[in-house]
């Protein structure tokens, strides 16, 4: 095997998702492991669990990992990379501790990690990291030896997760009625988090005006537009905006929500938009039901003709992006300098999240980040 293809210092992939339920009875339990110690109101938990059980109490997210598990694996057994794919969630089964025990058992020892969150936050890096250190915690409890678990870096400005976004968009262009098509606008749309949390994610240095989560949003915003611009020849006028807000309603969260803006847009004259949920790794529940049922909604009840573009899901480009993530952290490890993919200027994201970076409410253990290394 090429040293370009040793996967060395690591022994497998962990894919780290965030759980969702897969049958009605799953519901309200899933929903208790998401919301615990998250201040999440009451009304608010009712009112996702409808959204559920609107889905037959199943969510699409789990399936969407086995696929994308599946897809790693041809990719990664087509360019002879011989590195076991394992899965475990924060959420609901395959929890999280009971794949590390598995492998653990297996003999693993040395692992990376691929977390489905593009972007830094404390919902979509830290708390991950936070699960990690508790998963490791108990193992070591249990009497297992010390497993080291590395998460790899930011993908959002990966080619391999922002180029299958593009040809999503020129998709759900060609889909609108042509009359309205070149003065489409495109409403790009993120989880929205809260204003406290989104100007403290990403390293200490960048905090406030929104974060690295804006700043990241935006890029890959831009490099969307930039692309779909040159393919079309058609400027279509863009903003970022959020869906899927949570919380208690006197916490400001980032705004507009995508109704709000759907709203905006045919206030304002314009004759179409296309949903681009660049927030999102896959068609999961919040896509399902906040973009293609609420949204979609909206926008039927505003005459508004309206597109929702692809996540990137198991687009072999993606999949190939993990492999060169893995490989290009291994040679890291090893003490090796290889080139690290990344559209756009602000450049490939960092390996090891440094101190401070994405805190939460209250300080808990985060594993592989500055400070967890050994010396
Ligand atoms: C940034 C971000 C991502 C994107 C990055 C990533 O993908 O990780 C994301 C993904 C997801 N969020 C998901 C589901 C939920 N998120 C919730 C609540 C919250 N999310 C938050 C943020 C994010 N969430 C926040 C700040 C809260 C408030 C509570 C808290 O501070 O923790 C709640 C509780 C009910 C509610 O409050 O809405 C649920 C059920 C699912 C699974 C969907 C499925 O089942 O298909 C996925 C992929
Ligand atoms: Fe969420």
Redesign the pocket.
């Known amino acids: 095997m090429s040293d370009e293809c040793a996967p060395s210092p690591y022994d497998a992939l962990l894919l780290l998702?965030?759980?969702?339920?897969e049958g009605p009875d799953d519901v309200v339990p899933?929903?208790e492991n998401?919301?615990r110690g998250?201040g999440?109101p009451r009304e608010?938990?009712k009112e996702?669990g409808q959204h559920?059980f609107l889905f037959g109490g199943v969510?699409?997210?789990n399936e969407q990992n086995r696929t994308l598990m599946d897809a790693l694996r041809k990719d990664f057994a087509d360019h002879g990379l011989n590195l076991p794919v394992h899965w475990g969630n924060r959420n609901w089964a395959p929890y999280l501790t009971d794949t590390l025990r598995e492998m653990a058992r297996e003999g693993h020892r040395r692992i990376a990690v691929l977390?489905?969150?593009a972007?830094a936050?404390?919902?979509?890096c830290r708390?991950y990291r936070e699960d990690l250190a508790g998963a490791l915690s108990t193992l070591e409890a249990e009497g297992f030896p010390a497993l080291r678990v590395d998460k790899l870096r930011h993908y959002f400005n990966h080619p391999g997760f922002v180029r299958p976004m593009i040809d999503g968009v020129l998709k759900s262009l060609g889909e609108l009625p042509a009359e309205v098509r070149a003065g489409a606008h495109l409403a790009f749309t993120?989880?929205s988090?809260?204003l406290t949390?989104a100007d403290t994610s990403g390293p200490v240095e960048g905090h406030g005006d929104g974060g690295a989560y804006l700043r990241q949003h935006l890029e890959v915003a831009g490099l969307i537009a930039d692309a779909v611009r040159e393919e079309t020849g058609v400027e279509h006028p863009w903003r970022l905006v959020y869906q899927?807000r949570?919380?208690a309603p006197h916490i400001p969260w980032l705004e507009p929500d995508i109704c709000d803006h759907l709203e905006e847009l045919k206030g304002s004259g314009a004759p179409a938009a296309v949903m681009v949920p660049i927030?999102?790794?896959s068609d999961?529940?919040?896509v399902?039901y906040d973009l293609d049922t609420e949204a979609v909604a909206k926008a039927a009840e505003l005459g508004l003709p309206v597109r929702r573009s692809a996540t990137v899901g198991a687009d072999p480009r993606f999949a190939a992006a993990v492999r060169e993530l893995v490989l290009e952290r291994a040679a890291a490890e090893r003490g090796a300098r290889v080139p690290r993919c990344a559209l756009g200027s602000l450049g490939p994201s960092h390996d090891l999240c440094p101190i401070g970076c994405c805190p939460g409410r209250s300080p808990r253990p985060a594993a592989a980040g500055t400070g967890e290394r050994p010396s």
């Open positions: 998702s965030y759980g969702g339920p899933f929903l998401a919301t998250r999440i608010r938990l996702v559920y969510s699409p997210i977390v489905t969150s972007y936050s404390y919902s979509g708390q993120t989880h988090i809260p949390a899927s949570s919380g927030g999102f790794v999961h529940m919040e399902l």
